[in-house]
């Protein structure tokens, strides 16, 4: 995206961002360079990690400033599909004749749609709002990982900052650094593909069994269970990782560039044997290959943000790309890094591409100023919580549960609040649908389950009757900002879910000799603190701090809770089971409450206890259906 010839901007602006046609489409909306709207697709079609053009999504923006999408002044498209385009003829070409497989199954969508994607792009917007393509407001296109940068420090609280984005790949960036300053942001240097810390934690996704580009958390959740052994073999045979972080991959291990696999017989041999099969019994190995790519993604993120911190002298780090949702090495990097504050944007993969590409046009394309929030709060960034979904009124819900043939009770603020906690004390599941719902994959207490976590079997509970997930994945605590100290080693806000803390030591239980030569997910049934529902194996929590001024009943909910039991913590999973989307809808809520062993729907001020519900024509079969995500 080129600079504009100083655009004065007199009426007010709107600018549509768009990223699609990967994973995770989703569309964001800057009015006068605020963010206003933002949601992914998935959350309306009901497809976890949909890439189709983003219909609802864009729908969903414009209904919520009441605009039409010919009323637009630009729609901005979150990457370059040419430059993309030229990447995978290169590398064809540099790996020929490997790789005519995976050639021959590219070429097709390439041929038919991406190569001509501003064409797609321009069909589809006309489509959705009813007029001709040379009707349309102008169409840009960003760079990805400008995306990415312009995401993660645009919606910062920094007037200064330090950038670095990691993900698999972009265009050609895989590393990408920037200098943040106002309204500019300075490209710095790059590692290109195939050299990509997201495609090599990737690679140990596929190799442990887990889906690509949706498990990765999964091998960071198995981590703890696992001994770090195979980090020398990774860094003699895989990775070519120098002092200040750069690196490259030996790409004879690797068959992401030439095949339709992540890794090859080479791969295997050195871990001895192949890859586990998706839903196959986890063995120690695959546990210990998962604490070892941990410790090496954490080893490379540091020297990266040691180098990048030398160059600068920036006090401030923003992160953005997919890399950057790893947070436990977010939690190092706060910890040990050379950082004095680092801000990561809550939608850091794809989807949040969007808002990038739209906050690169208003402030690179339209030379617009830049905007603080001026707001002295922990929480004061420009993503008002990623609160930017959609929000039901009393008649919309009404209108939705009456539908469904729910039965439920409708009571005031003070009773909601009370209620709720005193259910949850009594170690209820409650679904919880309060406000607009979030942007990025982390439920935020706008479309949340919670349970107390105080009690033992809470995660267990959660795991396997309500998420239908594995039993090893830990939960996250939702903690009251003004106490987060209290329970855990942080004193900085986290409200997006995206650093990992010690739980204090106060709270922790020692382990018996006994009980420390435990292995592997025998280490799951130890109670290793007063808060077991939230404490991973490694006496570790990845730790939402709730604060008023972004979501006031969440907040309430929190102190309610802790007036009646003195815990200022709730344990927060999002409101889904594996397979699904989280949910966006009341009926969306309705279903998901109805399928699972939650015991109460709390939306808005309707409660929903699950006793006097009418019986549910439920088919378990569809929890078969959903693939391991």
Known sequence: MGRSRGAVVTKTSNILGVSAYYHDSAA???????????????RFSRKKHDAAFPADAIRYCLEAENLKLNELDRVVFYDKPLIKFERLLETYMSYAPNGFRSFVAAMPVWLKEKLYLKSVLKKELAHLAGCKPKELPPLLFAEHHQSHAASAFFFSPFERAAVLCLDGVGEWATTSTWLGNGASLEPLWEIDFPHSLGLLYSAFTYFTGFKVNSGEYKLMGLAPYGQPKYVELILDRLLDLKEDGTFRLDMQYFNFCTGLTMTNRRFNEIFGGPPRRPEGKLTQREMDIAASIQVVTEEVVLRLANTLQQETGETNLCLAGGVALNCVANGRLLREGPFENIWIQPAAGDAGGALGAAAAAWHGYDNQPRKLSGNSSPAADRMHGSYLGPQYMPEQIK????????KYKIVDDATLFSKAAQLLAEENVIGWFQGRMEFGPRALGGRSIIGDPRSAKMQSVMNLKIKYRESFRPFAPSVLWERVSDYFEQSTPSPYMLIVAPVQEALRIALTDEQQQLFGIEKLKLKRSEL?????????????????????RYHKLLRAFEQLTGCGVLVNTSFNVRGEPIVCSPSDAYRCFMRTEMDYLVVENFILDKKEQPVWDNDTRWQDEFELD
């Open 28 to 42: 964001a909306l800057l009015k006068d360079g605020e963010l206003v709207a933002a949601a992914q697709q998935e």
């Open 399 to 406: 209108t939705e549960l009456d539908e469904m043939g729910a």
């Open 532 to 552: 077991p529902a939230i404490t991973h194996v490694d006496y570790s929590a990845r730790v939402q701090t709730v604060h008023d001024e972004t979501n006031p």
